[in-house]
Nanobody, 119 residues
């Protein structure tokens, strides 16, 4: 089983910064990739950024140059540094982890953390 615990959300003014963290507790699993998604009411959850265990990162075009994803493999923790935040980026941000056990792959989600950007 893999459990994800997020932290770092909150209220920030437009143009400000926040840093999200997500720590994965694993038991027998190998974390393959971790990432962040966000969702606003009545809209689909969208990818923000993802990073593999090897360090290959990808992010949505809308956040390139402002958001940086990083990870600490030893701690099974992923971080999302968000700079120059915009009001339209107000959303619940979810941590996601792809994990492998033997030859089977699994996907896990955190409980979500609210990010509110005021104008």
């Amino acid at each position: 089983q893999v459990q994800l615990v997020e932290s770092g959300g909150g209220l920030v003014q437009a143009g400000g910064s926040l840093r999200l963290s997500c720590a994965a507790s694993v038991s027998g699993f190998s974390i393959v990739a971790m990432g962040w998604y966000r969702q606003v009411p009545r809209k689909q959850r969208e990818l923000v950024a993802v990073i593999t265990r090897g360090g290959t990162a990808n992010s949505a075009d809308s956040v390139k140059g402002r958001f940086t994803i990083s990870r600490d493999n030893a701690k099974n923790t992923v971080y999302l540094q968000m700079n120059s935040l915009k009001p339209e980026e107000t959303a619940v941000y979810y941590c996601n982890a792809g994990a492998r056990l033997g030859v089977s792959d699994y996907e896990y989600w955190g409980q979500g953390t609210q990010v509110t950007v005021s104008s």
